[in-house]
């Protein structure tokens, strides 16, 4: 099975990408407006409502503008570590403990078909982290 990678968006006015196998639909960041997240993704024939998680690299509002709409529209659980769910609270709106799950640092989470792990990066946000996926033998890092 491959992994797809896709980069949705990237720079100051918000980050997103996309990566999956026909068995896990993962994106990170969703840094722009819901209407712009579903069409971006529906240009690469994802539906969201397919998507199986949101993870979160940090609480910029260029990384989690959308968070909040996607997730509530079509129920999808989001994924980051304790400080930024705290520093992002107030950013993405009201999400349902159902809904919130901690994504540690240095943790390595099975999603599926993909394997994820966490790891820390210097950045000026509450506690920054990127995700290296692995798939069939082969890496992708976020």
Do not use: C
């Amino acid at each position: 099975m491959t992994l797809h990678f896709s980069v949705l968006a990237s720079g100051s006015s918000g980050n997103a990408f996309y990566i999956g196998t026909e068995k896990e639909k993962i994106l990170v960041d969703a840094g722009l407006s819901g209407k712009q997240m579903t069409r971006l993704l529906s240009e690469i024939n994802i539906d969201p409502a397919s998507i199986s998680k949101i993870l979160v690299t940090h609480e910029h509002s260029d990384h989690v503008k959308g968070l909040g709409i996607l997730a509530r529209k079509y129920n999808l659980p989001i994924y980051a570590n304790e400080k930024t769910w705290k520093a992002m609270e107030h950013l993405i709106g009201k999400i349902e403990l159902d809904q919130k799950f901690v994504f540690n640092m240095e943790e390595t989470k099975t999603f599926g078909d993909i394997d994820v792990e966490s790891f820390a990066v210097s950045h000026d946000a509450a506690e920054p982290m990127f995700y290296t996926f692995h798939h069939d033998g082969k890496k992708s890092l976020s």
